[in-house]
């Protein structure tokens, strides 16, 4: 069974950094896609950003030069590191598995991210 | 605004069917990358519904269905049951922008 459990989420004031982790289990991480997806309050899904299997990254354009997504297959590990966090970027933050054709095929439950003063 | 445009809501009574419709371009949809759907029940994770057009993960009851036509792809709930109140997300691949994935910005489905 696929699990994705995140963490790292937390209460940051403007222009801060915070640092979230998804750790994976129950398929092969090292050869999985993984992105970011993330749920403002009342609204919709966002792409955030994605990481292949070979650590090719992309970004959406409003987190570009801000976010920086990694991966730790030794750890089954991915991480998004946010600098400079603004309060648009509050939100709930999915981790997902891609399943191999540009879609996400398994979610985790989220980590809640509040960027306020 | 979303890259893919969806009706902000639908309704319907048990029984009946419901189509959501997904509205692209020629950057997207219309350039021939498959569309994905997501069911979202209330305070939970979002789902994987359908795949590829049109392709049921293990486990989604065939009641749903989706269909793709030119630049629109469309999701249908056949026989809808009150568990299927939620929100549902369309979600492609799209060239002209700096990531691929785009989604739909979403339909809210209330079963009567």
């Known amino acids: 069974e696929v699990q994705l459990l995140e963490s790292g989420g937390a209460l940051v004031q403007p222009g801060g950094s915070l640092r979230l982790s998804c750790v994976a289990s129950?398929?092969?991480?090292?050869?999985?896609?993984m992105g970011w997806v993330r749920q403002a309050p009342g609204k919709g899904l966002e792409w955030v950003s994605t990481i292949t299997g070979r650590s090719l990254t992309y970004y959406a354009g409003s987190v570009k030069g801000r976010f920086t997504i990694s991966r730790d297959n030794s750890k089954n590990t991915m991480h998004l590191q946010m600098n400079d966090l603004r309060a648009e970027d509050t939100a709930l933050y999915y981790c997902a598995k891609d399943g191999g054709t540009y879609f996400f095929d398994n979610w985790g439950q989220g980590t809640q991210v509040t960027v306020s003063s | 605004q979303s890259v893919l445009t969806q009706p902000p809501s639908v309704s319907g009574a048990p029984g009946q069917r419901v189509t959501i419709s997904c509205t692209g371009s020629?950057?997207?949809?219309?350039?021939?990358?498959?569309v994905h759907w997501y069911q979202q029940l209330p305070g939970t994770a979002p789902k994987l519904l359908i795949y590829g057009n049109t392709n049921r993960p293990s486990g989604v009851p065939d009641r749903f269905s989706g269909s793709k036509s030119g630049s629109s792809a469309s999701l249908t709930i056949t026989g809808l049951q009150a568990e299927d109140a939620a929100d549902y997300y369309c979600q492609s691949y799209d060239s002209n922008l700096s990531g691929p994935w785009v989604f739909g910005g979403g339909t809210k489905l209330t079963v009567l």
């Open positions: 129950g398929f092969t991480f090292s050869t999985s896609a």
């Open positions: 020629s950057s997207n949809i219309g350039a021939g990358y498959d």
